[in-house]
T-cell receptor
Framework: SQQGEEDPQALSIQEGENATMNCSYK?????LQWYRQNSGRGLVHLIL?????REKHSGRLRVTLDTSKKSSSLLITASRAADTASYFC?????????FGKGTRLHILP | DTAVSQTPKYLVTQMGNDKSIKCEQN?????MYWYKQDSKKFLKIMFS???????INETVPNRFSPKSPDKAHLNLHINSLELGDSAVYFC??????????????FGPGTRLLVL
């Protein structure tokens, strides 16, 4: 299975700190995407990184991709209370997209 | 002005009943999806349609039948509901299919509770 698996499953940090989540997968991919899900809501796309890219930035988000290790990381800098949510990675290979189980991030005031 | 909308938002029903969930997207996308998210937040794809044609049909009981009357709509009909069907069902759409598929836009979800 190419399913991505996020690590850690849950993360609590103080507001203002940086949060890092990791995603590992098993097969080659076309691209990898990160999504956020607030409690009781649908998923919202954050950032997409293609297999030939190594790093991408979007505002306070930084995503890296290491295809040799089959892993990706999502860094949220200067965290805010509004960042409290679950974060999912999704891998795309050919015609399949598969979501991981998510990391629950809790930002403490 | 919602991009992907689903109805109903909540659905409480008895075992054995038949129910439908509707999904509409106004983004002009070619591809639409149905996902099931269980109590552990695991998100699993159920079906995918591209230009009204079924592309993905994961291991889902025959009681689940998707219907796409046009590119903007993908409805999900569930027959003989069971307790294990209780979950949140998300509809999503994306501009393209296959290796080029990119951002998915999700609806708000339908919370189904089978009693």
């Amino acid at each position: 299975s190419q399913q991505g698996e996020e690590d850690p499953q849950a993360l609590s940090i103080q507001e203002g700190e940086n949060a890092t989540m990791n995603c590992s997968y098993k097969t080659s991919i076309n691209n990898l995407q990160w999504y956020r899900q607030n409690s009781g809501r649908g998923l919202v796309h954050l950032i997409l990184i293609r297999s030939n890219e190594r790093e991408k930035h979007s505002g306070r988000l930084r995503v890296t991709l290491d295809t040799s290790k089959k892993s990706s990381s999502l860094l949220i800098t200067a965290s805010r209370a509004a960042d409290t949510a679950s974060y999912f990675c999704a891998t795309v290979r050919d015609d399949k997209i598969i979501f991981g189980k998510g990391t629950r991030l809790h930002i403490l005031p | 002005d919602t991009a992907v909308s689903q109805t109903p938002k909540y659905l409480v029903t008895q075992m054995g009943n038949d129910k439908s969930i509707k999904c509409e997207q106004n983004l002009g996308h070619d591809t639409m999806y149905w996902y099931k998210q269980d109590s552990k937040k695991f998100l699993k794809i159920m079906f995918s349609y591209n230009n009204k044609e079924l592309i993905i049909n994961e291991t889902v009981p025959n009681r689940f039948s998707p219907k796409s009357p046009d590119k903007a709509h993908l409805n999900l009909h569930i027959n003989s509901l069971e307790l294990g069907d209780s979950a949140v069902y998300f509809c999503a759409s994306s501009r393209s299919w296959g290796a080029t598929q990119e951002t998915q836009y999700f609806g708000p979800g339908t919370r189904l509770l089978v009693l």
